[in-house]
């Protein structure tokens, strides 16, 4: 048996640009896997020109004989699902009969969606920024075991009294605390079997369809969502998401061990940015800051919520690397710092009046943090859809290595534009 399966995870607070490095690692891959999150995530992909915009399916699908799996750390929107499948069906007819989805998946009810919308508008200015889909909600279930599962959906009877227990609970906080309308539980109940059909050609059991896979010696990849620093343990809490998204979200979402993963890819944005509240210490409220936004079309792709900029944050990277066991980078959007004049790089913190060479672990704590920079010289030649490396700029390629050697990890590809072929594997 060969191991021949790559694991692709953000470092930084997502939007890197996993998606177009999985569908470009996907050319080669037998299947796709994403393994934690919900339709908070956003991937988005060009190819020749037409844009897609992936939540849930892997990136992955739009590879003609690319098997996905949605695996049993992810939590499901049904309604999103099949709205996301039916769009991808217009441009690749035989999605459907590559698309499979574990049983296991918990399922995001009316409910969650209302619980988190009403929390988010109860914080008022202290809200934590959600997309406000319901996800937290739907892992709370999870945890607090009164989840429902794509499993109960094949036995009516099942399904009525769990959704009838759990939707109850969700209404008295609803309309009792928050003073919201109530959802329907009998519109609920028929919108979900009004799924079952398609679910039940969809639906299988993950560890052993994964170990087939692997016994077949197939190339696997592994997808997450977000980012490293909004891990919902290691992350700046509570401005993070609901799940792990370093590689102990992967192994407990597959249930594989580390032994089945043979490359550790993170991907790493050339600069940094951020969606919604929460500490960030290298931002910028200047003209730069502008101007990266501007270059790099920095828009949430799930919210449409602008991103706020700042320069390369080394210092929470190599916390990153040490969490998913990174054994290589792909470095994305190193065209955005094209004539952006000289470049800044953070190496360390200063908190308290001392410097420190680790993020430290609460937010509170972060927000205290200043950076401690190192100046690069930038460059004026344009790296835009570039594919050869030695023809890169000098000054781009020494920011190359300066992370390279910082990190201690090879950049091993390079993104030079949003297109599919944009991509410099060195």
């Known amino acids: 048996m060969n191991i021949n399966s790559k694991a692709v995870f953000g470092l930084q607070w997502g939007d890197e640009g996993k998606g177009a490095i999985v569908d470009y690692l996907a050319e080669n891959a037998d299947l796709v896997v994403r393994f934690q999150g919900g339709h908070n995530a956003g991937h988005t992909l060009i190819i020749n020109g037409e844009k897609t915009v992936l939540h849930l399916i892997p990136s992955g699908i739009l590879r003609d004989n690319t098997k996905c799996l949605i695996s049993s750390g992810v939590v499901v929107s049904l309604p999103e699902l099949f709205k996301e499948l039916d769009q991808v069906l217009e441009k690749k007819p035989n999605a459907e ?12 009810l009316s409910t969650h969606r ?20 319901g996800i937290g909600p739907c892992y709370e279930d999870k945890i607090a075991r009164r989840a429902i ?12 009294e769990k959704l009838q227990e759990v939707m109850e609970f969700h209404n008295f906080q609803l ?27 969809l639906s299988i ?9 692997i016994n077949k010696d197939d190339s696997i990849l592994f997808e997450g969502a977000q980012g490293t620093m909004l891990d919902i343990d290691l992350g700046t809490y509570p401005f993070v998401t609901s799940s792990n998204t370093t590689i102990a979200g992967l192994l407990s979402s597959t249930g594989l061990n580390s032994s089945y993963i043979k490359d550790v890819i993170g991907v790493v944005k050339a600069y940094t940015t951020r969606v919604g509240s929460g500490p960030f210490p290298t931002e910028l409220n200047d003209e730069v800051g502008k101007a990266l936004a501007t270059k790099g079309a920095e828009v949430g792709a799930t919210t449409g919520r602008p991103r706020r900029c700042g320069w390369l944050d080394l210092v929470s990277l190599k ?10 980078i792909c470095l994305t959007k190193i065209d955005v710092l094209d ?14 009046g001392k410097p420190i060479n680790f993020p430290p672990s609460h937010a509170s704590e972060l927000l205290e943090c200043k950076p401690i920079y190192e100046t690069l010289e930038g460059w004026s030649e344009s790296t835009y859809g570039q594919t050869d490396y030695k023809k890169l700029p000098y000054n781009a390629r020494s920011y190359i290595h300066f992370i390279e050697k910082f990190l201690g ?18």
């Not at 599962?149 to 009525?160: A, E, G, Q, R």
């Not at 009792?176 to 799924?195: H, M, N, R």
Request: proline content about 3%; hydrophobic content about 40%; overall charge negative.
């Open 97 to 108: 009969k590559r698309l499979f989805i574990s049983k296991n998946c918990p399922i995001i």
């Open 114 to 133: 209302a619980l988190d919308l009403a929390r988010e508008r109860h914080k008022g200015s202290k809200a934590i920024g959600t997309t406000g889909r």
């Open 149 to 160: 599962k794509i499993s109960d959906i094949f036995d009516k009877t099942i399904l009525m």
């Open 175 to 201: 309309t009792d605390f928050y003073q919201e309308d109530a959802c329907s539980i009998e519109k609920e109940l028929e919108e979900i079997l009004g799924y079952r059909e398609r679910l039940a050609n």
């Open 205 to 213: 059991d993950t560890q052993s369809f994964l170990m087939e896979c």
């Open 319 to 328: 916390a990153a690397i040490i969490a998913s066991g990174i054994t290589e």
């Open 339 to 352: 004539n952006i004049g000289p470049i800044k790089v953070c190496v360390s913190y200063e908190l308290d």
């Open 409 to 426: 990890v090879p950049v091993k590809m390079v993104s030079t534009g949003p297109e599919r072929d944009a991509i410099i594997s060195i």
